[in-house]
């Protein structure tokens, strides 16, 4: 029984009577394959016992030797090209003497045709594969050399909807590369007609012969093909030409169909390529546009294949390749910050991580695409954010140990102040000098008590201030020769005024408890010479105030609390631990900032930053009033348990007395001396500590009224 052998695989498909060839799963002999239409072709046995394949309207068309068919009678030995897939026909053994006759007679002519038929098989299996346009072009020259008899060759495509070449490729059969002498009009004929076009004699075309391009080159004979990507509307992609320098009559009718073959292979090949050519365009042009969107992202970026090849990587990255480790675009990364790759591909991921020195914080985030083809990886320094949760927490905790002082201190001023008077009077009344002495003691102690307290006052901000526009370099000039005599004449003070420093508006006698508190300090790390160095200096927005010394220095565990009430790096009995948070307190308050820098053996260096202000100098700020408690102008505000006894005091001295009873009668609450004793003003009191019915302690103001004698 006749059958189909495919060359490849040597699979062998029995013949019946109609036998049908496509991809399609309804065919009796089904090939998978892209360029095998669902139903191609047919093989049909005839009424004699003969066999004819038929076209069954296939896009690529078949092939008996090297010719393209509709239908043509199979011998015994034919091979058939159907799309990339060879067969050959073998017939039953029941075969007419008339046939054998022919096949014998016909031997050495379909040798060639074999011959043929094999390259363009080889070209198809090649080009089937190749997505790269430029090689694939090449290939395509190549085989035409092999199969025809051309001294050169032109394969060009186009841009689609254009006459824009795209690839080109241009030579001779010993591989030259040809510039110039092909015939434009020829490929503009093909281009308009879309019809192959054939030359056996140049001589014998007048237009052509006119062409100073061929006559400079001596062609002889050309032909010409267009290359048709067979769609539903076939699809103009380009054009192959040859010509022959030899002599007339080099390419012939059948050498034409054959290039027809060729091209009928190469434009399926080259849709695919321009197609893969296209998305790989696209997909450049997106990987471009994702460059130059995270190049300068102030996160890190690294994008990993499934294989941990790196795939895109940022500057952020690269600049801190001796932390996180070095990204090398396409090279194969196995731990980045620390963490193995093979944990972050798959899945997804977030982790802290602490690396390099100094020491950074880094949250790594991972995300793997659904198709897994593709892993993001970003890498958010978090350091300065957490150094600045730090510092704000901080600053909350000085604030409430600020309230909390001050609360206390206004009490404690309360009970000092009356420890103090009744001390005074007790003094007074006593005679024995023992007692007096006694009682002196007494008021030594609540003095000394008192400064602690002021101190404590003036770390909560609860005393009054007077803010005013003063120029910084002025005043620390005024007060050379004071902090000079501060640091001592073992100790070298360097004073450095830049040329223009800004005005800032602040208390001048708190910036000076500022510089005094600093230079104290600097004198107290120094053990015996040194030199203490305090820069005044300017930036855009602030005054700046620099005071390093050559002492001791600090750790940074030490340097961290510096700021915090109540510690101290002095010996005991040196420091109460409250000028340092004062310092803060004092320029967080007027909004400036203040930092140190010290190292052990090396000194240390504070640094303040005070906002400039616009206001013109001299001018003063509005008064801060008094939180809880103290003395506004004239006004006195005791405790009741206070005024109780100065007015006692007061009576004593025949002085009269309107005792106000609600906070709302403060204002109007006075004594008046009498008109012999011409006081030279009314004095107000008021009792404070005790809630005053409709009035809070930041309502009660002073006044002062002339009192006539």
């Given at each position: 029984?006749?059958?189909?052998?495919?060359?490849?695989?040597?699979?062998?498909?029995?013949?019946?009577?109609?036998?049908?060839?496509?991809?399609?799963?309804?065919?009796?002999?089904?090939?998978?394959?892209?360029?095998?239409?669902?139903?191609?072709?047919?093989?049909?046995?005839?009424?004699?016992?003969?066999?004819?394949?038929?076209?069954?309207?296939?896009?690529?068309?078949?092939?008996?030797?090297?010719?393209?068919?509709?239908?043509?009678?199979?011998?015994?030995?034919?091979?058939?090209?159907?799309?990339?897939?060879?067969?050959?026909?073998?017939?039953?053994?029941?075969?007419?003497?008339?046939?054998?006759?022919?096949?014998?007679?016909?031997?050495?002519?379909?040798?060639?045709?074999?011959?043929?038929?094999?390259?363009?098989?080889?070209?198809?299996?090649?080009?089937?594969?190749?997505?790269?346009?430029?090689?694939?072009?090449?290939?395509?020259?190549?085989?035409?050399?092999?199969?025809?008899?051309?001294?050169?060759?032109?394969?060009?495509?186009?841009?689609?909807?254009?006459?824009?070449?795209?690839?080109?490729?241009?030579?001779?059969?010993?591989?030259?590369?040809?510039?110039?002498?092909?015939?434009?009009?020829?490929?503009?004929?093909?281009?308009?007609?879309?019809?192959?076009?054939?030359?056996?004699?140049?001589?014998?075309?007048?237009?052509?012969?006119?062409?100073?391009?061929?006559?400079?080159?001596?062609?002889?004979?050309?032909?010409?093909?267009?290359?048709?990507?067979?769609?539903?509307?076939?699809?103009?992609?380009?054009?192959?030409?040859?010509?022959?320098?030899?002599?007339?009559?080099?390419?012939?009718?059948?050498?034409?169909?054959?290039?027809?073959?060729?091209?009928?292979h190469a434009a399926l090949a080259i849709k695919n390529a321009m197609l893969v050519r296209q998305v790989q365009s696209v997909q450049n042009e997106?990987?471009?546009?994702?460059?130059?969107?995270?190049?300068?992202?102030?996160?890190?970026?690294?994008?990993?294949d499934d294989q941990r090849r790196c795939l895109l990587v940022n500057a952020w990255v690269t600049a801190r390749a001796a932390a996180i480790g070095?990204?090398?675009?396409?090279?194969?990364?196995?731990?980045?910050?620390?963490?193995?790759?093979?944990?972050?591909?798959?899945?997804?991921?977030?982790?802290?991580?602490?690396i390099g020195t100094p020491e950074s914080t880094l949250i790594v985030t991972a995300h793997t695409s659904g198709d897994g083809r593709e892993t993001?990886?970003?890498?958010?320094?978090?350091?300065?954010?957490?150094?600045?949760?730090?510092?704000?927490?901080?600053?909350?905790?000085?604030?409430?140990?600020?309230?909390?002082?001050?609360?206390?201190?206004?009490?404690?001023?309360?009970?000092?102040?009356?420890?103090?008077?009744?001390?005074?009077?007790?003094?007074?009344?006593?005679?024995?000098?023992?007692?007096?002495?006694?009682?002196?003691?007494?008021?030594?102690?609540?003095?000394?008590?008192?400064?602690?307290?002021?101190?404590?006052?003036?770390?909560?901000?609860?005393?009054?201030?007077?803010?005013?526009?003063?120029?910084?370099?002025?005043?620390?000039?005024?007060?050379?020769?004071?902090?000079?005599?501060?640091?001592?004449?073992?100790?070298?003070?360097?004073?450095?005024?830049?040329?223009?420093?800004?005005?800032?508006?602040?208390?001048?006698?708190?910036?000076?408890?500022?510089?005094?508190?600093?230079?104290?300090?600097?004198?107290?790390?120094?053990?015996?010479?040194?030199?203490?160095?305090?820069?005044?200096?300017?930036?855009?927005?602030?005054?700046?105030?620099?005071?390093?010394?050559?002492?001791?220095?600090?750790?940074?565990?030490?340097?961290?609390?510096?700021?915090?009430?109540?510690?101290?790096?002095?010996?005991?009995?040196?420091?109460?631990?409250?000028?340092?948070?004062?310092?803060?307190?004092?320029?967080?308050?007027?909004?400036?900032?203040?930092?140190?820098?010290?190292?052990?053996?090396?000194?240390?260096?504070?640094?303040?930053?005070?906002?400039?202000?616009?206001?013109?100098?001299?001018?003063?700020?509005?008064?801060?009033?008094?939180?809880?408690?103290?003395?506004?102008?004239?006004?006195?505000?005791?405790?009741?348990?206070?005024?109780?006894?100065?007015?006692?005091?007061?009576?004593?001295?025949?002085?009269?007395?309107?005792?106000?009873?609600?906070?709302?009668?403060?204002?109007?609450?006075?004594?008046?001396?009498?008109?012999?004793?011409?006081?030279?003003?009314?004095?107000?009191?008021?009792?404070?500590?005790?809630?005053?019915?409709?009035?809070?302690?930041?309502?009660?103001?002073?006044?002062?009224?002339?009192?006539?004698?």
């Amino acid at each position: 029984m006749a059958c189909l052998i495919e060359i490849d695989s040597q699979r062998r498909h029995e013949l019946g009577e109609r036998s049908s060839i496509g991809r399609g799963q309804d065919n009796d002999i089904r090939v998978e394959d892209p360029m095998i239409s669902r139903h191609h072709a047919e093989v049909v046995r005839l009424a004699d016992s003969s066999y004819h394949v038929r076209d069954l309207g296939s896009r690529r068309g078949i092939y008996v030797g090297s010719s393209k068919v509709a239908e043509a009678g199979l011998r015994d030995g034919d091979e058939l090209l159907i799309g990339p897939v060879r067969f050959r026909f073998e017939g039953s053994n029941e075969r007419p003497a008339s046939v054998i006759g022919e096949r014998s007679a016909s031997v050495i002519g379909e040798a060639d045709e074999l011959r043929k038929l094999r390259a363009i098989v080889e070209l198809s299996r090649a080009i089937g594969v190749e997505h790269d346009l430029d090689c694939l072009l090449e290939r395509v020259l190549q085989t035409c050399f092999q199969l025809l008899r051309a001294d050169r060759g032109l394969v060009i495509v186009y841009a689609p909807q254009s006459k824009t070449p795209v690839a080109t490729v241009a030579r001779t059969r010993a591989g030259i590369p040809v510039a110039d002498g092909l015939s434009t009009s020829v490929i503009s004929q093909v281009m308009a007609t879309r019809e192959p076009y054939l030359r056996t004699a140049i001589d014998g075309d007048l237009a052509l012969q006119r062409s100073e391009s061929l006559s400079a080159q001596g062609v002889r004979s050309l032909m010409a093909v267009p290359l048709l990507y067979d769609a539903a509307e076939p699809e103009w992609l380009g054009v192959i030409h040859l010509d022959s320098q030899a002599v007339n009559n080099v390419f012939q009718p059948r050498d034409l169909e054959l290039l027809c073959a060729v091209a009928g292979h190469a434009a399926l090949a080259i849709k695919n390529a321009m197609l893969v050519r296209q998305v790989q365009s696209v997909q450049n042009e997106e990987w471009r546009r994702l460059d130059r969107v995270v190049k300068n992202l102030p996160v890190g970026v690294v994008v990993l294949d499934d294989q941990r090849r790196c795939l895109l990587v940022n500057a952020w990255v690269t600049a801190r390749a001796a932390a996180i480790g070095e990204v090398v675009p396409y090279a194969v990364i196995d731990r980045l910050a620390g963490i193995a790759c093979d944990r972050m591909i798959g899945g997804e991921l977030r982790e802290q991580v602490t690396i390099g020195t100094p020491e950074s914080t880094l949250i790594v985030t991972a995300h793997t695409s659904g198709d897994g083809r593709e892993t993001v990886i970003v890498l958010h320094d978090i350091t300065q954010e957490r150094a600045q949760e730090a510092k704000a927490a901080h600053q909350d905790r000085l604030a409430l140990i600020g309230q909390l002082a001050g609360g206390i201190a206004h009490d404690f001023n309360n009970l000092l102040f009356i420890i103090l008077n009744y001390a005074g009077m007790v003094e007074e009344s006593l005679t024995s000098p023992e007692a007096k002495d006694d009682a002196r003691m007494i008021s030594q102690a609540a003095t000394s008590a008192t400064e602690l307290v002021r101190q404590l006052l003036a770390f909560s901000r609860r005393e009054a201030v007077k803010p005013k526009v003063i120029d910084v370099g002025r005043l620390v000039t005024n007060l050379q020769k004071l902090l000079q005599r501060t640091v001592g004449p073992e100790i070298e003070l360097v004073l450095q005024v830049a040329a223009h420093t800004h005005h800032v508006l602040i208390d001048p006698s708190q910036l000076e408890q500022i510089l005094m508190n600093l230079v104290v300090n600097a004198r107290d790390a120094i053990t015996g010479a040194g030199r203490v160095v305090v820069r005044i200096g300017a930036t855009e927005r602030c005054s700046t105030i620099e005071i390093t010394d050559t002492g001791s220095g600090m750790a940074a565990d030490v340097a961290a609390r510096v700021f915090e009430p109540y510690f101290t790096t002095k010996a005991l009995g040196k420091g109460t631990g409250l000028g340092l948070a004062t310092v803060h307190g004092i320029v967080q308050h007027v909004g400036g900032e203040i930092t140190v820098v010290s190292e052990l053996g090396r000194g240390t260096t504070f640094r303040i930053e005070l906002p400039k202000t616009d206001l013109a100098p001299g001018l003063a700020g509005h008064r801060a009033e008094l939180g809880i408690g103290g003395v506004v102008g004239d006004a006195i505000v005791e405790p009741r348990l206070l005024v109780r006894g100065r007015v006692e005091q007061l009576e004593q001295l025949r002085m009269d007395l309107d005792r106000a009873e609600h906070g709302v009668q403060v204002a109007d609450a006075h004594l008046v001396a009498r008109p012999d004793e011409a006081p030279a003003r009314e004095i107000e009191i008021g009792a404070a500590g005790e809630p005053l019915l409709g009035q809070s302690g930041d309502r009660i103001h002073p006044r002062e009224q002339p009192v006539a004698p």
